[in-house]
């Protein structure tokens, strides 16, 4: 597993790299976010760890970058411990999102559930996963919307694919907390909210009213086939 490491302070990259190189990882190290978009688009990294406060370009904005072209799994590290600042890091198309100071034990943690979960899912069977114009292809993590691919983000697809699996089936926010990120947060379910809205955005024809993508009022959401 490849692994890349970015933000401007060089000493906690150290330690991180030698850390996670202890694990048996591949880590390779940035120290902007100018040089993390070019690193991730000519590189193949299983999972980057993304720093949000940088000079020139911030993670934010290279994380968004990065969507532009690849769902590889992102975890954002910051100095805020703001919900809004979560919130915002999610919007840009991150699956995670650990607050500075951490402990190390908890980072390495954190990026073994995002790959187990990544690797989970490749490893399921192969079939096409279809409701009405919407279609996922579970070996290639790749869905479809009237024929045209659509980029989704690592955790984006896990969520879909989990609600896809299970039709009619209600997940508590909660629920979907536990089973597609793998922990629970301190109670900050909005997380689940966002990639909710991010999804009907990109697969629903109608996101304000959408078709597949249902809310349970009080209870949680569901799938609608």
Known sequence: MKILVVDDERTLVKGIKFNLENEGYQVECAYDGAAAVELAREGVFD???LDVMMPEVDGLEACMRIREFSNVPVIMLTAKDEDADKLMGFECGADDYL???FNLLELKARV??????AAGVRRSSGSI???GNL???TEERVAVRDGKTVNLTAKEYDLIELLMRNPRR???RENLMNVVWGYTYAGDYRTVDVHIRRLREKLEENPASPEHICTKWGVGYYFKA
């Open 47 to 49: 999972l980057i760890i």
């Open 135 to 137: 279609s996922l292809n």
């Open 99 to 101: 607050t500075k100071p």
């Open 129 to 131: 996963l279809t409701a």
């Open 170 to 172: 209600v997940y508590s």
């Open 112 to 117: 073994r559930a995002l790959l187990r979960r």
